[in-house]
């Protein structure tokens, strides 16, 4: 027989057998009982605060709580928007955490970040506190040796896997495309909350997963990314948050996972917990010292701080694409749609990918049409510094409705742009010498995207960026975050596409405060400057180009003709930035083609073919 033939057999054998394949009730009792057996319980502390170290961070939102009355809630709230910054939190969190720490996550490596977060955990539980981690399957540690390790490190720590792919922890690439054909609903719905709450007191929500790329410890591709921490009342709904997902149906224990379940059985005595190996010890080093440092703490952390007061945050339910028809199960999906909706006269909106869901075309369409329209100031990547390219060629599709129907000024940004490379250059300098070259190899086969299921199993492998017409280290953004009319602000895990309205799950907070408004705005603003972004505005072409081009943009497929409405824009030296609105653009700015930076590859390529064709999967992208 062919082996195509064999190949599609196997494939027909796995999805009509696989999801049949759960572990017997037997099997898990015997695992857990491996697991009690073989957990330490000793601790390393006896004190009752469980030898947690002072934390100024943990300290305001304590007493942010006690000040807190219903009528009048009381929060401290920091913008993490500097990467570094963003580390440290974690890490004196978890370093001061007495009771509880609860960790959720889309993404989690075993590069240093990941490492140095979970054996920051494992410390914790080892101290008394009671640590529950729960981690989208699909991108999410992925070894059933760990595992097995995680499953017996110690009898504080537990973790539990969102949405398993056919029961198992490590998903082969015959159950990934028999997920696809077999059970696409399910198998496509993940969960992309993040949260560390510490003490049901202070947490950390936003964009950043467990990876070196979200913290710019990658040594050639890494995220603008945000986080805020947020400390008082508003923890008690991330907490019933956390308490729905863990408790909810899809969240399995590892002793119900099938690879993870045969290794404890299979196995006479479960691993130790192995010391962590870190690529970079010194940045390491670095980091953990910062999070004992008084004043380090106190200059990039505490001093940023505001004291506030009503602070919301929002959750979708693990339910959402389960029982689509239960409004509530779109809770923050509906809310941030509200926030947007009621704009007057400006919304700053900052997403990696801009491909809008209808409810959210619907929206700007209605704002465009008012009285007296709101500007519509958008941060996104250009195809230059986005991983996800295929989820770029809907976006590029559209944007003639972007420009004019709904107004947006969009702002791409360039894959070596000076702010995030300025901000990374000390940290840069202190790192020492690059890793081998073996070492960088190992950086790129690392998973390294958020995006949908096309394509994205296998990791950064499929999923780098294209390559581009200048070397040198490059920069991607990530952050998702929307200020409306100066007055509240959202930071969160939503792209506003799609996906997020309707498949994943998604969190964030919503801020009150127009102080923090002000500095969200500052921050995307400042992703949109000449030196960090490109401007899309409508290109010069003759009216025939332009009706040639309408025809083709309307087509759901063979949409082929090149020359689009807009094309991206460059900055002239000497010249005043402007909006494309202003009848001087034109003088100060030159035109750069639609796909600045990018060198003839097979990405560019499939960025026109998706254009063309693809415009019916954006849903899933």
């Not at 004190?47 to 934390?55: F, G, L, M, V």
């Not at 102080?515 to 009216?543: G, H």
């Not at 100060?588 to 560019?604: E, H, Q, R």
Request: with cysteine; aromatic share 8%.
């Amino acid at each position: 027989m062919h082996p195509r033939w064999i190949a599609l057999a196997a494939l027909l054998v796995a999805i009509l057998v696989l999801p049949g394949c759960s572990v017997s009730p037997t099997r898990i009792r015997r695992a857990d009982a491996v697991v009690a057996a073989a957990t330490p319980h000793e601790l390393d502390c006896d004190r009752p605060d469980r030898c947690a170290i002072d934390s100024p961070l943990l300290d305001a939102a304590r007493q942010a709580m006690s000040d807190s009355t219903p009528e009048q809630p009381v929060h401290v709230v920091t913008l993490l928007n500097d990467s570094e910054a963003a580390m440290v939190a974690r890490l004196n969190l978890i370093r001061a955490a007495q009771h509880t720490i609860d960790v959720q996550t889309y993404i989690w490596d075993q590069d240093d970040a990941g490492q140095l977060v979970l054996n920051e955990l494992l410390r914790a539980a080892r101290r008394g506190v009671k640590v529950r981690i729960l981690a989208d399957q699909l991108f999410s540690f992925g070894d059933p040796v760990l595992l097995e390790r995680l499953a017996t490190a110690h009898a504080n720590l537990e973790v539990r896997l969102y949405n398993p792919t056919f029961d198992e922890a490590q998903t082969s690439v015959a159950e990934f495309t028999a997920g696809i054909v077999c059970c696409f609903m399910k198998f496509n719905q993940r969960m992309h909350n993040k949260l560390l709450l510490v003490d049901d007191t202070i947490g950390i929500t936003g964009g950043r997963n467990y990876q070196d790329r979200y913290f710019d410890w990658d040594d050639e591709f890494d995220y603008l990314d945000r986080d805020v921490m947020v400390g008082g009342p508003a923890a008690h709904a991330m907490a019933t948050s956390f308490e729905t997902f863990w408790n909810h149906k899809r969240s399995a224990p590892l002793t119900h996972l099938r690879d993870v379940n045969r290794h404890l059985l299979d196995s006479d005595d479960p691993p130790p917990w192995p010391a962590p190996h870190y690529a970079h010890p010194q940045r390491v080093a670095r980091v953990i010292e910062e999070a004992e440092d008084d004043d380090w703490l106190d200059d990039a952390l505490v001093s940023e701080t505001l004291r506030t007061g009503r602070v919301d945050y929002f959750s979708d339910l693990p339910s959402k694409t389960t029982q689509p028809d239960k409004r509530s199960a779109h809770e923050f999906t509906a809310h941030v749609m509200r926030m947007v909706g009621a704009a007057q006269h400006e919304v700053v909106l900052q997403t990696p990918y801009l491909v809008l869901s209808k409810p959210a075309q619907e929206i700007f369409s209605r704002l465009r049409q008012g009285e007296t329209p709101p500007r519509i100031i958008v941060s996104t990547n250009s195809l230059a510094s986005t991983d996800a390219f295929a989820v770029y060629a809907i976006s590029y599709k559209h944007r003639k409705r972007y420009l004019k129907e709904y107004g947006f000024e969009i702002y791409e940004m360039k894959p070596q742009a000076a702010g995030p490379a300025e901000d990374n250059a000390d940290a840069a300098a202190d790192e020492g010498p690059a890793p081998s070259a073996l070492a960088g190899t190992k950086a790129k086969n690392r998973i390294g995207n958020e995006r949908g299921l096309l394509g994205s199993r296998g990791g950064a492998r499929r999923n780098r960026p294209a390559p581009l017409t200048t070397a040198g280290r490059r920069f991607g953004l990530h952050a998702k975050s929307i200020v409306v009319d100066d007055d509240f602000a959202m930071v969160g895990s939503h792209n506003f596409d799609p996906r997020s309205d309707h498949y994943n799950t998604e969190a964030g907070v919503i801020v009150y405060d127009a102080r923090f408004a002000s500095e969200l705005r500052d921050s995307i603003l400042r992703d949109t400057q000449p030196e960090n972004a490109w401007v899309v505005a409508p290109r010069q072409q003759s009216s025939l180009s332009m009706a040639i081009g309408d025809f083709s943009a309307s087509l759901p497929i063979f949409d082929l003709w090149p020359y689009r409405y807009a094309t991206s824009y460059e900055l002239k030296a000497g010249c005043t930035p402007m909006r494309p609105s202003d009848p001087a653009f034109l003088s100060c700015y030159t035109p750069v083609g639609d796909f600045p930076n990018v060198a003839i590859s097979s990405k560019l390529i499939y960025t026109r073919l998706i254009t063309a064709f693809g415009a019916g999967v954006k849903g899933i992208l």
